[in-house]
């Protein structure tokens, strides 16, 4: 049974820094790719970042490229999206998702495993 939590998440000022943790339960936590995805409010749920197990080669959505940084630490079973100079667009739930696949997808079909959401609010 694998399951993810996040946290971190909280209300903050434009231009202020949050970082996302997602724990993850499970013996095969390194060989997960792991991915940030975010859904506003009535919206689809679209693809943040990832980071694949095999070479942490990193992938960023466009809107949050230079801004936010994924990384992992296999030794805590844990995740991290650093968001820096956040934006009021930012403003969602941000989802932490999870599979054993060997590249990043930017599909949300393609992870098995999903957290319960942290809600991040940035004002302006």
């Known amino acids: 049974q694998v399951q993810l939590v996040e946290s971190g998440g909280g209300l903050v000022q434009a231009g202020d820094s949050l970082r996302l943790s997602c724990a993850v339960s499970?013996?095969?936590?390194?060989?997960?790719?792991m991915a940030w995805f975010r859904q506003a409010s009535g919206k689809e749920r679209d693809f943040v970042a990832g980071i694949a197990w095999r070479t942490t080669d990193t992938l960023y959505a466009d809107s949050v490229k230079g801004r936010f940084t994924i990384s992992r630490d296999n030794a805590k079973n844990t995740v991290y999206l650093q968001m820096n100079s956040l934006k009021p667009e930012d403003t969602a739930v941000y989802y932490c998702?999870?599979?054993?696949?060997?590249?990043?997808?930017?599909?949300?079909?393609?992870?098995?495993?999903w957290g319960q959401g942290t809600q991040v609010t940035v004002s302006s």
């Open positions: 998702a999870g599979d054993s696949i060997w590249t990043i997808s930017t599909q949300r079909g393609r992870y098995d495993y």
């Open positions: 499970g013996r095969f936590f390194s060989r997960y790719t």
